[in-house]
């Protein structure tokens, strides 16, 4: 029996000197793969660096690098002037995270046109607590599936059930204007409530008209996006660190108030939906023709139809139609609005063109209308040309790209400025001059694609850029129509400043008088 013991107990220590063997190969495998994953993760960062290297871009400070230039109020002043300072592919450091950016058209579409680079850039995930994961932010698989159901939403023929509550709102605008008459108006305040209230009706539904411009039963305008101050506090970049501070605190609770906003109406767009539910599908598209509807009706009706479009989706969606398309639209119109009453010349080409659209008829626009107004058009573009609404944006690159004797690494961040792209003198002579006859279908036919890019291009640009242009056109024809705008003596200038958007410090001051 002894014997037994003692042999059994041989086993066991065997039994546990093999277990212990086995886990020590277990850790030396497991530590072999680490090594092999940092060797290749390093391979990978130190390839990008030594590209990096190659390049000549803005001189860098420890640890920000050149984050402070993003903070400078002239900003944009500098990067009008990046290009023939450091050539057509620059190199920037955020942080100690190296990016290059490219100003070339060519070399823009080598990266927007190909949908293997739609991914964007690490810092877009700091919108998410803002934005949520719209189809702004959103990456991978999921994106293209979202992307593919919205797209028809933005079809013309879909808009154009929109554009009766552009003109309403607009003509809103005009009789504030027209309250003015003879005075100096700030139109940047007036146009963002404008541009705001039709997002409130297009977007979520709500057609009744604020009594006060400063009242407001929504949360959309009281956030603020925290993306640049993050980047000026390196450390708030780690999510935990920044989750624990005030700043991190009032952007959660933000998150909560939009969420908790746009489930409410989301569930009220459903019960809508469902009580006026109709079988025949002619009498339901007749009821849709004949009553107005919202984007967050058609989110529903999308995930009423599509189990894979969540709650959450739609949510996530609606937030972003409603905080992107707030100040990038507005920007564009107010700054058409100031850039027609300091060339009366241009001005006075759309009042015309308006004139013999209309005529003595006091109707709305239609599609048809909207579509005619050719001139404007231009001078919408032109607007956007020397100040696009978002002056940066950024894409990393899955695979290699060639540009030039250059090749851009895979994984490398990229940064496509259009301010400073449409400011090439090669592709715009006197590009700092207001000149809509750029934007004619002779001179437009023989420029680079992707030399004007205010929505940005290929397959990641900007869902929503027809519905932006319907709904420019008609606001700002419909001022031209009653108004004349002259400029302010001492504020013929736009001083632009980058928060995220292009802003016009100071505000955009104007002459409003009543057309005869």
């Given at each position: ?9 041989r ?6 000197i093999?277990?212990?063997h086995?886990?020590?190969?277990m ?27 190659s390049?000549?871009?803005p ?29 057509r592919i620059?190199r ?5 995270v ?18 293997k680079h ?5 810092f877009?995930?700091?919108?998410d ?9 959103r ?7 979202h992307r593919?159901?919205?797209?028809p ?5 879909m ?9 309403e709102h607009?003509?809103?605008?005009v009789?504030?204007?027209?309250d003015?008459?003879?005075e ?14 039709i997002?409130?009706e ?7 008209q ?24 390196p ?19 933000q998150?909560?108030?939009?969420y908790?906003?746009?489930l ?29 509807m ?21 949510i ?9 398309g ?8 107010a700054?058409?609005?100031f850039f ?11 009042i ?5 659209i209309?005529?003595?008829d ?5 599609m ?12 919408i573009?032109?607007s956007?040309?020397?100040y ?7 894409r ?7 540009i030039g ?14 301010y ?18 750029r ?6 036919k ?15 640009n ?19 129509r009653k108004?004349?705008?002259?400029s302010?003596?001492g504020?013929e200038e ?9 802003r ?13």
């Amino acid at each position: 029996m002894n014997y037994d013991l003692v042999a059994l107990n041989r086993g066991s220590y065997q039994s546990y000197i093999w277990i212990i063997h086995a886990r020590r190969k277990m850790w030396i495998y497991l530590a072999v793969l680490s090594v092999i994953f940092a060797v290749y993760a390093l391979k990978k960062y130190i390839r990008i660096l030594s590209f990096i290297f190659s390049l000549d871009g803005p001189k860098t400070v420890p640890i920000l690098g050149n984050v402070n230039i993003m903070l400078k109020e002239n900003l944009l002043t500098e990067m009008a002037y990046a290009p023939q300072n450091y050539g057509r592919i620059i190199r920037i450091w955020l942080t100690v995270v190296p990016y290059v950016v490219l100003t070339e058209p060519e070399d823009i579409q080598a990266v927007l046109s190909n949908v293997k680079h739609t991914q964007k850039i690490f810092f877009y995930k700091l919108l998410d607590n803002f934005l949520g994961k719209g189809l702004l932010t959103r990456e991978g698989h999921k994106w293209k599936i979202h992307r593919k159901m919205l797209q028809p939403v933005f079809h013309l023929h879909m808009l154009e059930k929109f554009i009766k509550m552009f003109n309403e709102h607009a003509d809103v605008l005009v009789n504030k204007l027209l309250d003015k008459n003879g005075e100096n108006v700030n139109v940047t305040t007036l146009v963002n409530n404008s541009v705001y209230d039709i997002l409130r009706e297009t977007v979520l539904g709500m057609t009744s008209q604020r009594s006060n411009d400063d009242e407001d039963d929504t949360p959309f305008r009281k956030g603020q996006v925290m993306m640049l101050y993050r980047f000026a506090r390196p450390w708030l970049l780690i999510d935990w660190i920044y989750r624990l501070t005030e700043a991190g605190r009032s952007e959660k609770r933000q998150q909560k108030a939009l969420y908790e906003f746009c489930l409410k109406k989301m569930k009220e767009k459903r019960e809508f939906l469902r009580k006026n539910a109709v079988s025949d599908n002619e009498t339901r598209k007749d009821t849709c023709a004949t009553r107005k509807m919202c984007l967050l009706e058609y989110l529903v009706e999308i995930s009423e139809r599509n189990p894979f479009f969540s709650e959450q989706d739609i949510i996530e969606e609606c937030c972003t139609f409603m905080l992107a398309g707030q100040e990038s639209v507005a920007t564009a119109v107010a700054i058409t609005l100031f850039f027609l009453a300091n060339n009366p010349k241009c001005q006075k080409k759309c009042i015309d063109e308006l004139d013999q659209i209309f005529g003595n008829d006091n109707r709305l626009p239609t599609m048809a209308d909207l579509k005619e107004m050719n001139y404007l058009d231009m001078c919408i573009k032109e607007s956007l040309r020397l100040y696009p609404s978002v002056p940066i944006f950024a894409r990393t690159v899955s695979q290699d790209v060639k540009i030039g004797k250059y090749v851009i690494p895979a994984g490398c961040g990229v940064f496509i400025s259009p301010y400073m792209t449409h400011r090439l003198s090669h592709h715009f002579p006197d590009p700092y001059s207001f000149k809509p006859e750029r934007f004619s279908p002779e001179n437009s036919k023989t420029r680079h694609p992707y030399a004007f890019i205010p929505f940005s291009a290929g397959p990641r640009n900007c869902i929503g850029y027809k519905f932006a242009m319907l709904e420019m056109k008609s606001v700002i024809s419909a001022v031209l129509r009653k108004c004349r705008l002259e400029s302010v003596t001492g504020k013929e200038e736009i001083i632009a400043k980058f928060r995220m958007t292009i802003r016009a410090q100071g505000g955009l001051w104007v002459k409003v008088r009543a057309r005869d």
